[in-house]
């Protein structure tokens, strides 16, 4: 019966989109709109093709809004709610990292038998490595010779953002909250990003130059606010017109390409300031994507974005090193196994260790919140 089999097909399709969070291309849901997000920093790692910093801002934008509504729905809530956030977020970040830094430390190390020596380094920097490859912090200014896993310089940034958010909590998640607290630290996060797009090379890895990214989705959690879908694609739409007009126009094409393939248009910030700005102008669809349907299959796609977005850095590492000599033609059939090889590796890790350790610390973050005092049981969202 061709229309019994017709509207199965349909329906079938409709279960598979519906999962996936995508109503149509232009309303991606959130776990799937990270998992492009991190396909952008991998193929920005594999080509000449270079958007995996507006991606980086991206992510730095849904992580405020996610952060904030954790916060206040549910780290607020709990028993000691500063000891378990620190606890809980430090526990969902820092496996993966481990791993993945061990991993690039090797691929390194074959390239490079230097590599991590501290013999031309001051004394200080041996306390300065240890305490990044073990928590993070302090590793995005890290020298490359003692840190390898250079993906994870946002995970430092995103670290830093956590040592504000009670701060920033208190300024604007209490009723009634912290009016003068909330205006210098706007001022502050505003001043930051001006700095990032006038001053020079120093200073482009710390929370001061991408706070506004941040604080643009805490602004949308806390105040329940998201882009109307025409504002939506608008700036989606925008966006993608700035991106196709600097492919097509040679003199603007540095602006989307790797610093290692010639100078960049305007010397080597233009690249990253250009992509700044686009991560703005892009702004409303992030944020839409928020309020997109969202199944049980796209929430899983968004758990295992953080593991590929990690991992894919020491197998394209890895294969920049054995295939360099090649033209980008001849790299093809590699590149597409280097990226099979991520996908595996990924999935690998993320059913073996990220899925066990993330229901472990959901439930002991549950726990923490039935055994919170009663004035803590209720939400200031």
């Not at 349909?10 to 519906?18: H, K, P």
């Not at 960049?264 to 102008?281: D, I, N, T, W």
């Amino acid at each position: 019966m061709p229309g019994v089999e017709r509207r199965f097909c349909v329906w079938n399709a409709q279960r598979l989109f519906s999962g996936l969070g995508v109503r149509n291309l232009l309303s991606p849901g959130p776990g799937l709109y990270r998992l492009f997000l991190a396909l952008v920093v991998l193929i920005s790692h594999s080509c000449r093709v270079d958007l995996g910093a507006w991606a980086v801002y991206s992510f730095f934008i849904l992580s405020g809004y996610w952060l904030c509504r954790m916060w206040c729905e549910r780290y607020s809530l709990t028993r000691a709610p500063i000891q378990t956030f620190f606890v809980s977020r430090l526990v969902r970040l820092l496996p993966v990292f481990w791993l993945a830094n061990i991993f690039s430390a090797f691929t390194q190390r074959a390239a490079d038998p230097a590599f991590g020596r501290l013999v031309s380094f001051p004394a200080a920097y041996s306390v300065w490595a240890a305490i990044s490859n073990t928590f993070i912090l302090g590793y995005a200014d890290l020298p490359h010779a003692l840190g390898a896993l250079h993906a994870a310089w946002s995970l430092d940034v995103e670290l830093q953002f956590y040592l504000v958010v009670p701060l920033l909590a208190l300024a604007t998640c209490r009723p009634g909250g912290h009016p003068l607290l909330g205006r210098v630290l706007w001022w502050v996060i505003v001043a930051g990003f001006v700095a990032f797009l006038r001053i020079g090379p120093t200073g482009h890895r710390n929370l001061g130059c991408y706070g506004l990214y941040f604080y643009i989705g805490w602004w949308c959690a806390r105040n329940r606010v998201l882009p109307s879908r025409r504002l939506a694609v608008a700036g989606g739409c925008l966006a993608l017109l700035c991106v196709v007009a600097a492919l097509s126009v040679s003199a603007l094409r540095p602006l989307v390409e790797n610093g290692k393939h010639g100078e960049s248009l305007g010397g080597p910030l233009a690249r990253p300031l250009f992509q700044a700005v686009l991560a703005l102008v892009s702004a409303p669809f992030t944020l839409a994507s928020l309020g997109n349907p969202s199944g049980r299959f796209d929430r899983t796609l968004g758990d295992f974005t953080y593991v590929l977005y990690l991992m894919q850095w020491p197998v394209m590492a890895l294969h920049g090193i054995l295939y360099s000599e090649l033209s980008p033609l001849r790299r093809i059939p590699s590149l597409v196994v280097a990226w099979l090889a991520v996908a595996a590796l990924s999935a690998l890790i993320y059913t073996a260790i990220d899925r066990p350790i993330e229901r472990a610390r959901r439930r002991w973050v549950r726990l923490r919140l039935s055994i919170a005092p009663p004035e803590r049981q209720r939400s200031f969202l």
